[in-house]
């Protein structure tokens, strides 16, 4: 039924479009109603071409949205006053395209075509737009905050079609969840989330689970870096690709991550990374002060890790729009199933213009909860922790001490704190002469040495706590802290 709009083709000179696609689909929806439950998932008014045919299209959806029918005879009620229907010949023309109705079967394929061109006709308008804002001298518009619209606008742009699920059976529910089930046992770990490669914060975390922000916070030396360099790296490490229990290609193990490395270099980083990898002490490998075998293990271990999928972006003072950014390109090029910042209070607001501190990390957060909302992965954010735990006697840190906490607390998922007492007990050692006090102070050392805690102090979904793990600062590097009972044990076996 080509002899329909005939001045169609003049709106956007050589822009994508089918007519027929448009007409078919409209006959068959105004034919039988039931084809708008099969095509309002992937077609709106707004991608037909022809703007007759999207206000039709909008009369019959709201028709039936209402329980009413939408028919010929019905919609000329409304649209007999339409101008640009009057000039295709009035409301005989919805009889017309419900008389050219040719197959209902057929009309997901046609909304699907009416869809697929209008995304291309979007596709060409941001690439005028684009060149357009390029061409224009404007001061207070950068060429890098241009960049950054317009890798959003093209991220927006494909992540459209994917949309809501609306009701769905308890059998298809039930089926969602018992492949959640089967990947969390096939974990080794009942995990509904990624693991992290630490048994006992797994067990407390359920793993790290996709649109979740955790903050890991701590005062500086705790080794905050180094436990979020270890999880990202065994995240990293695990890395298996395959068919997902939900159907596409995927992680089904492990996952890509990207490290935003915000105070550290790539290097530097890097180098965290291969101690623990080759056990070789982090400090020796700054000096290059390496035994040839422990030379070896590190040139064995880089090779190794060569493969890796860790991305680490040393920018400094990333503005939150920027970082969105480049965490989307990331998941576009290489895919992203997790994403660590360190650390927060580092990286700028998107505007320049903001009202005090605590205003700019609350624009920083909330558009670190929006990144793994909008990217469906876990993000986790490190924190610096206020001066105000130094002064107290019990040195382990709570919400309070968050600085500017009010927004962090309120945006975070979960908060970890990671706490080493071993650190200020270590300064706390008394002078030579006093014999007693040294043996008190050995005893304890020797009871602390080695050992760290991860103070779960919120958990939106699970429950909070404290968890143990073993810490070994020459290869910066945290691990699961083997159990009295477990040592008592492999003694006993053995």
């Not at 995304?119 to 061409?135: F, M, N, T």
């Not at 048994?199 to 790290?208: F, I, S, T």
């Amino acid at each position: 039924m080509a002899d329909g709009p005939a001045g169609a083709d003049a709106d956007v000179a050589g822009a994508p479009h089918s007519i027929e696609a448009e007409q078919a689909l409209l006959g068959a929806l105004l034919v039988n109603n039931d084809v708008y439950d099969r095509v309002a998932a992937v077609v709106r008014a707004e991608h037909f071409y022809e703007p007759v045919h999207a206000r039709i299209f909008e009369a019959a959806a709201n028709r039936i949205q209402k329980n009413a029918l939408a028919s010929p005879v019905t919609l000329k009620a409304f649209l007999e006053d339409d101008e640009g229907l009057r000039a295709l010949g009035g409301p005989p023309y919805l009889a017309r395209l419900a008389g050219a109705a040719i197959s209902l079967f057929a009309a997901k394929d046609y909304a699907r075509l009416v869809y697929d061109l209008a995304i291309r006709r979007e596709l060409i308008g941001l690439g005028q737009d684009i060149a357009a804002k390029a061409s224009r001298m404007d001061l207070d518009d950068e060429p890098r905050d241009q960049i950054v619209a317009a890798e959003q606008a093209l991220y927006q742009l494909g992540e459209q079609g994917k949309v809501d699920k609306g009701f769905q059976s308890f059998l298809r529910a039930a089926t969602d969840a018992v492949n959640v089930a089967n990947a969390a046992y096939r974990r080794d770990g009942g995990l509904a989330g990624l693991s992290t490669g630490l048994a006992d914060l797994d067990a407390k975390l359920g793993g790290l689970h996709p649109s979740d922000l955790l903050i890991l916070a701590g005062r500086p030396s705790m080794g905050k870096t180094s436990l979020a360099t270890n999880v990202a790296f065994n995240i990293a490490k695990a890395y298996r690709k395959g068919i997902r229990p939900d159907g596409p290609e995927g992680a089904i193990d492990g996952g890509v991550v990207g490290f935003f490395s915000l105070e550290m270099s790539a290097e530097q980083l890097a180098a965290r990374v291969l101690s623990e990898a080759a056990r070789v002490p982090s400090d020796r490998i700054r000096r290059g002060d390496l035994t040839e075998d422990e030379m070896r293990r590190f040139i064995e271990a880089a090779k190794a890790l060569e493969a890796c999928p860790l991305f680490i972006d040393d920018t400094p003072a990333l503005p939150i729009s920027t970082l969105a950014a480049r965490a989307r390109r990331l998941k576009r090029q290489h895919g992203l199933d997790a994403l660590f910042v360190d650390y927060l209070q580092l990286a700028k607001p998107a505007s320049s213009r903001s009202e005090g501190r605590v205003q700019e990390v609350s624009e920083i957060t909330q558009g670190l909860k929006a990144i793994a909302k909008e990217l469906n992965i876990p993000v986790v954010a490190l924190s610096q922790l206020s001066r105000q735990v130094e002064s107290r006697e019990d040195k382990r840190p709570q919400l309070s001490d968050l600085r500017e906490s009010g927004s962090i607390e309120q945006d975070a998922d979960v908060v970890m704190f990671v706490f080493r007492e071993e650190y200020y007990k270590e300064r706390e050692k008394p002078g030579e002469h006093d014999g007693e006090a040294m043996m008190k102070w050995q005893t304890a050392m020797d009871a602390l040495r080695g050992k760290a805690e991860v103070i779960i102090g919120k958990q939106r979904h699970g429950p909070i706590g404290t968890v143990d793990l073993a810490f070994e600062g020459e290869f910066t590097r945290f691990s699961n802290l083997v159990k009295a009972y477990q040592a008592t044990a492999q003694v006993d076996f053995r």
